[in-house]
């Protein structure tokens, strides 16, 4: 059974910074592009950072700079270190599965709530 499972989230006001992991189960780690994705209330949901198939990052405009993406394959652990958070970043922050080797319609975490006050 396919598992996408991410922690991390809490509450924090702007400029702090928050870590956040998802714990993939199953072969999806290494077949399908790993990725951080974000919807805050009344919006679409939006890519933050992901990895291609061939490891390579790439970032949202308004996450470069501040979020760093990584991961841990021996553990099947994707990370978003998250710094100088704004308000607007307050969304749901899901961990996903997408491209590669991976269906058409991927595979996503069940996210987690990320909320920076001013």
């Known amino acids: 059974q396919v598992q996408l499972v991410e922690s991390g989230g809490d509450s924090v006001q702007a400029g702090g910074s928050l870590k956040l992991s998802c714990v993939a189960s199953g072969d999806i780690f290494s077949s399908c592009g790993m990725g951080w994705y974000r919807q805050a209330p009344g919006q679409a949901r939006e890519l933050v950072s992901r990895f291609n198939n061939n490891g390579i990052a790439s970032y949202a405009e308004f996450a470069k700079g501040r979020f760093t993406i990584s991961r841990d394959n021996t553990n099947n652990t994707l990370y978003l270190q998250m710094d100088n958070l704004k308000t607007g970043d307050t969304a749901v922050y899901y961990c996903?599965?997408?491209?590669?080797?991976?269906?058409?319609?991927?595979?996503w975490g069940q996210g987690t709530q990320v909320t920076v006050s001013s």
């Open positions: 996903g599965a997408r491209g590669g080797r991976c269906p058409p319609s991927g595979y």
